[in-house]
């Protein structure tokens, strides 16, 4: 089995780079600065405990790979890029299994209109992506949980394969039957990235995400949404946070996307999934709007992450809910 990697960058560096460290055969896809640092340097991965510089294989464009018949795709590139990835991806590779190691729940059903093999992963892993060629791991012996499964449910002997390999690489992973409720589960605790981007790392912001989780959960059982917290945090447990030496803890993926001023945010396929089940169910998020609308203002304005105020947001919910 050959694993490309579409969408290389802090999660999609961390895993190829322990496949690649594991002795699995890896192509990693990536673009611009990053791609042409890892051409030349390969890939700097960096934890607590290790820094080395991976040399493995990587690509601009799934055009730019000569297809094999053993090969699997994880796709780990942030959603909003994922439709147009996914076209690109079947010209030039055709119906090929696609796995979605990404944040949210979308992901899975713009895959499944164009591949017949999908499956779901959630990703628990503390990984940093701001400088070309580097990605920082902040997790040490666990580095991360990366359970999976077929979308939209059910294993087979592909997905089993494929957490085995992710497992012996250094990560928690296992084969799970029913996977989007983990990722449901983890949609819950990705609801507070906005927050943690646009008001900083130290905001003290728990009154208002537990507004947005609130609305959360009206809106899962208005839907008839099944999640597991308490089993994702249980799985997610075996993680043990360290810290690289000279390089303080970073926010999050939407915190890091301000930081490096990527130009689009994921806010839209996190609290955006709310407010759209909201919009179905007729159950109120004003808060998670107001999130999602703040966050595209900040990727418009070119805003620094923590740029806001928590009592600003709440106010601007208060103005929607009234």
Not at 90 to 97: E, H, N
Not at 154 to 166: C, F, K, R, Y
Request: glycine share 10%.
């Amino acid at each position: 089995m050959r694993y490309i990697i579409y969408g290389a960058g802090g999660i999609g560096g961390a895993i190829g780079g322990r496949l690649f460290q594991n002795g699995r055969d890896v192509v990693l896809i990536a673009r611009g600065d990053h791609l042409e640092r890892m051409r030349v340097d390969g890939l700097r991965l960096i934890s607590p405990s290790d820094a080395e510089a991976v040399p493995v294989p990587v690509a601009g464009h799934p055009s730019e790979i000569e297809w094999q018949p053993d090969d699997v795709v994880i796709v780990t590139m942030k959603t909003q890029h994922t439709a147009s990835a996914l076209e690109d991806l079947r010209a030039a590779a055709g119906d090929v299994p696609v796995i979605c190691g990404q944040n949210g729940v979308a992901s899975e059903r713009m895959a499944a209109r164009l591949f017949t093999r999908v499956y779901g992963m959630v990703v628990v892993l503390p990984a940093v992506f701001l400088e070309p060629g580097v990605v920082m791991i902040n997790a040490d012996i666990v580095g991360g949980m990366l359970d999976a499964g077929r979308y939209p449910r059910g294993v087979d002997p592909l997905i089993t394969e494929v957490t085995s390999d992710i497992a012996d690489s250094g990560f928690a992973a296992q084969p799970d039957d029913n996977i989007m409720r983990l990722k449901y589960a983890k949609l819950l605790s990705n609801l507070a990235n906005a927050v943690q981007a646009l008001c900083g790392t130290d905001a003290a912001a728990g009154d208002i995400v537990r507004e947005v989780r609130s609305e959360a959960f009206a809106c899962y059982e208005a839907a008839g949404i099944e999640s597991s917290p308490e089993d994702l945090g249980q799985r997610a447990a075996k993680l043990t946070l360290g810290q690289i030496e000279g390089q303080p803890r970073q926010g999050g993926s939407t915190w890091q996307s301000l930081a490096r001023g990527a130009g689009s945010i994921e806010t839209d396929y996190l609290n955006g999934e709310i407010t759209l089940l909201g919009a179905l169910h007729g159950v109120p998020t004003p808060y998670n709007r107001v999130l999602q609308d703040v966050a595209a203002e900040a990727v418009r304005e070119h805003r620094e992450p923590g740029s806001y105020s928590v009592d600003e947001l709440v106010e601007r919910a208060k103005k929607i809910s009234t």
